[in-house]
């Protein structure tokens, strides 16, 4: 309960774009430990910039 009660805590917490572009600067979007397979699905999210963030209004978890 301690761990859930820790993750709902952050349940209203809205991201600006600024952090979002510091997250992605740290960890690009798709990145991953592996070789990537040629064959791999990857998502029209990681594909696409402009796809990748809900307007700012529509982020939080309410």
Known sequence: M???DDLLA?????LTDEVLDQ???IVPP???IGMPD???YLP???QHPA???RP?????AA
């Open 38 to 40: 040629q064959s791999a």
């Open 51 to 53: 796809l990748r963030r």
């Open 44 to 46: 029209p999210a990681l």
């Open 2 to 4: 301690e761990h859930l």
């Open 10 to 14: 952050g349940i209203d917490l809205t």
């Open 23 to 25: 997250i992605d600067k």
């Open 56 to 60: 700012a209004g529509e982020r939080a």
């Open 30 to 32: 798709g990145a991953d």
